[in-house]
T-cell receptor, first 110, second 119 residues
Framework: EDQVTQSPEALRLQEGESSSLNCSYTVSGLRGLFWYRQDPGKGPEFLFTLYSAGEEKEKERLKATLTKKESFLHITAPKPEDSATYLCAVRRGGADGLTFGKGTHLIIQP | NAGVMQNPRHLVRRRGQEARLRCSPMKGHSHVYWYRQLPEEGLKFMVYLQKENIIDESGMPKERFSAEFPKEGPSILRIQQVVRGDSAAYFC?????????????????FGPGTRLTVL
């Protein structure tokens, strides 16, 4: 059974304090690892897709990386507007639906 | 370019009633997915549909739940005889493609969700 574990469950940072969120996964035949951001009361907002180990993608203050067992979402010099729950999901070969982790609730204090 | 649209945004039903949730995919997308998010739980896949076809319903409860995506109109998730345990946020997502991994066309874009409350 596919498993996605995100850590930490919650993280509180000061504005400008860089950190990383972890997503560990167990999946047979990874076809893609996805990062989303979810604000309270809203739907997940797509951030990145990573397909193979060694791949990296960047967008503004966020950078996602992928190894064979885990992915990291690095956040550099975060701002209060980066506060949200960050979700990691995987898709395996032969499946259509995504398997999600429970998310990391990130709070950036001014 | 409008994103994925869902309605209603909030739905209140009494036990035993039927709930109908609607989803219109992004323009040009013909693949629709439904997910459920229970309080304090992660998003759980329910069903994947293409126009007029259910492709994968492995995450759908065996009873009371059904889904369709007709040739014309939105996709509908129907829950019959709702119970309190059905209270959750239901999200719809759509993608341009499914099989072309590596090009980003299989990325699923989510709607704002329908929050179902069963009294």
């Amino acid at each position: 059974e596919d498993q996605v574990t995100q850590s930490p469950e919650a993280l509180r940072l000061q504005e400008g304090e860089s950190s990383s969120l972890n997503c560990s996964y167990t999946v047979s035949g990874l076809r893609g690892l996805f990062w989303y951001r979810q604000d309270p009361g809203k739907g997940p907002e797509f951030l990145f897709t990573l397909y193979s180990a060694g791949e990296e993608k960047e967008k503004e203050r966020l950078k996602a990386t992928l190894t064979k067992k885990e992915s990291f979402l690095h956040i550099t010099a975060p701002k209060p507007e980066d506060s949200a729950t960050y979700l990691c999901a995987v898709r395996r070969g032969g499946a259509d639906g995504l398997t999600f982790g429970k998310g990391t609730h990130l709070i950036i204090q001014p | 370019n409008a994103g994925v649209m869902q309605n209603p945004r909030h739905l209140v039903r009494r036990r035993g009633q039927e709930a109908r949730l609607r989803c219109s995919p992004m323009k040009g997308h013909s693949h629709v997915y439904w997910y459920r998010q229970l309080p304090e739980e992660g998003l759980k896949f329910m069903v994947y549909l293409q126009k007029e076809n259910i492709i994968d319903e492995s995450g759908m409860p065996k009873e009371r739940f059904s889904a369709e995506f007709p040739k014309e109109g939105p996709s509908i998730l129907r829950i019959q005889q709702v119970v309190r345990g059905d209270s959750a946020a239901y999200f719809c997502a759509s993608s341009l493609n499914v099989g072309t991994s590596g090009l980003g066309t299989d990325t699923q874009y989510f709607g704002p969700g329908t929050r179902l409350t069963v009294l």
